[in-house]
Structures are given as C-alpha cells and as structure tokens.
C-alpha cells in the first residue's frame, strides 16, 4: 500500500473528526505521520494528533468519554497503519 492509500482507509470512518476539523487538515497530519521512518518520532506526533483529536470534538460539542473512544480508535488505526507500511515485507503480523 502506498501512503494516500493508508491515509484513505485510515480516515475511512472518521466523519465526525473530518466534519470539525476538515478532511485536508486530518490528511496532512496522518500523512506526516506516515512518511515518519523513525518510530519514536512517530508516536510522539500519534500522541499530538491523539490529543487534538480529542480537543476538536469535544469542542464540536461530543462527550469526553466518546471523544476519547473515537480518538483512540483513530490513533489506533494511525499506528496500524504505519506499522505496515515500514513493514520489512510490507504485511503485518
């Protein structure tokens, strides 16, 4: 997979996150994450899109704990994501 690929299926499902801070603000953040080769450095900016993710919808008017649900399980699917594509092989075991 290449990294638009990875970003698309990545936000795939992120509707509530697009609609308040917009597809081209989320798609710049997971392809910068994805074009980081170092892990640590990577996470440190998974940690920060995790963090403002949480921010933007709470201040679009979600709940803490579903903010934290959906932020959560976006920067999960980010660390998936980027774990296969830095793969050796290019699969995830």
Not at 6 to 15: I, K, M, S
Not at 23 to 43: F, G, K, L, N, S
Not at 68 to 85: D, I, M, N, P, R
Request: glycine content about 6%.
């Amino acid at each position: 997979m290449n990294i638009e690929e990875l970003v698309a299926a990545v936000t795939d499902g992120a509707a509530p996150l697009l609609s308040c801070l917009g597809q081209p603000v989320v798609a710049y953040h997971v392809t910068a994450i994805m074009r980081e080769a170092d892990v640590e450095q990577a996470q440190e900016m998974q940690v920060e899109l995790l963090r403002r993710t949480f921010e933007a919808l709470v201040a679009d008017g979600l709940e803490d704990a579903a903010a934290e649900h959906f932020a959560s399980k976006l920067a999960g699917h980010v660390g998936s994501a980027w774990k296969l594509l830095h793969s050796a092989d290019g699969t995830w075991h």
